[in-house]
C-alpha cells in the first residue's frame, strides 16, 4: 500500500491524539501531584497573599502556604470525584435507557423521572441533598450522580429507540430472547458512539457540580487542598496574589475543556467502530 494511501488514516489518528494528549497529561499531573510538590501543603512559608517568589513559584495563599504545592495536591480529588460520578451516571443511563426503549413501564419512569430533574435546578437540588445528607465530597458525589441520571437516560433512549425498532432486534425478539439480553446484547453495543460522548458531557457536568459545591462550602473542608475551595478562599486576596486564584481556575477550565475535546476526538472512531460491527 502507498503512503498517500495510509496519508488519510494516519491524519485522523493524529488529530484524536492531540485532541486526547492535553487531558491526559493534565489528569496524569494531578494524580501525580503530591510527588512533586515542592513543600508541605499545610506548611506557611510566605507572608499571607505574598507574590510570587523564590519561596513560592506562585505565590501564598490566605495563611501564607505555598499555592504551587497547593495546586499540585488539589487535583486529584476533582479528578477521581468527577471520573466516579461520570462512570456511575454513564453506565446507569445507558442500562436503563436502553431498557426504556424496549419497556414501556420503565420508558414511563425515566420520562417522570427527567421531567422532575428539569423541575430542580442542579445547583440547588445539590444543595438540597448534599445538606440532607452531610458527608463532604461523598454527599456531592452522590448528589451529582442521582441529578445527572435523569437527563443522561433520555439522551441514550434517544439515540436507542432507532436501534430497537431495527429488524435484527425485532427478530431476537421474535425468537423468544428475554429483555435484557436484548438491551445489553442487541442495543447497547450499537449505542458505543453516544455512551463514549455523553461520558464526556457528563465529567464535564461532574466537574462543574463538584466545583461549586466547593465554592458554597459543600464538599472538602478546610484546610484541605482542593481547587474549587483556594478560588473561594483566595478571592479575597486576588488584587495581592492573582495567581492564588487565576491557577485552580485555570486548572479547572482546562481540564473540562481537554476531556469534552478528547470525547468529541473519539466519537467518530467508536461511531465507525460501532456501523462495522454491525
Do not use: K
Not at 8 to 22: G, H, K, Q, T
Not at 174 to 185: I, M, Q, S, V
Amino acid at each position: 500500500m502507498s503512503s498517500a494511501a495510509l496519508a488519510p488514516s494516519r491524519a485522523p489518528r493524529a488529530r484524536v491524539l492531540l485532541a486526547v494528549a492535553p487531558g491526559a497529561l493534565l489528569t496524569l499531573l494531578a494524580l501525580t501531584g503530591p510527588l512533586f510538590a515542592p513543600r508541605p501543603m499545610d506548611e506557611p512559608v510566605t507572608a499571607p497573599y505574598a507574590p510570587p517568589g523564590p519561596a513560592a513559584l506562585l505565590g501564598g495563599d490566605q495563611l501564607g502556604r505555598d499555592v504551587l504545592s497547593r495546586m499540585l495536591h488539589g487535583g486529584s480529588a476533582l479528578i477521581g470525584g468527577a471520573l466516579a460520578v461520570a462512570v456511575a451516571v454513564t453506565a446507569v443511563a445507558a442500562v436503563l435507557g436502553c431498557f426504556a426503549v424496549l419497556s414501556p413501564a420503565v420508558g414511563r419512569l425515566v420520562e417522570r423521572g427527567a421531567d422532575l430533574a428539569i423541575l430542580l435546578p442542579p445547583v440547588l437540588g445539590m444543595m438540597l441533598l448534599a445538606l440532607a445528607w452531610p458527608g463532604g465530597r461523598l454527599a456531592v458525589m452522590a448528589a451529582a450522580t442521582g441529578l445527572g441520571v435523569p437527563y443522561a437516560v433520555r439522551v441514550v433512549a434517544s439515540a436507542a429507540a432507532p436501534v430497537a425498532a431495527s429488524g435484527y432486534v425485532e427478530a431476537a425478539a421474535a425468537g423468544g430472547e428475554r429483555l435484557w439480553h436484548l438491551a445489553l446484547r442487541e442495543v447497547l453495543p450499537n449505542l458505543r458512539a453516544t455512551v463514549l460522548a455523553l461520558f464526556g458531557l457528563r465529567f464535564v457536568a461532574a466537574v462543574y457540580v463538584i466545583s461549586m459545591a466547593g465554592f458554597l462550602q459543600l464538599g472538602p473542608r478546610p484546610p484541605a487542598a482542593d481547587w474549587a475551595l483556594m478560588i473561594r478562599e483566595n478571592a479575597p486576596g486576588a488584587l495581592l496574589n492573582p495567581w492564588a486564584v487565576v491557577a485552580p481556575s485555570l486548572a479547572v477550565g482546562l481540564l473540562a475543556v481537554s476531556v469534552n475535546l478528547a470525547a468529541d476526538a473519539l466519537t467518530p472512531a467508536a461511531r465507525r467502530a460501532a456501523v462495522g460491527a454491525r
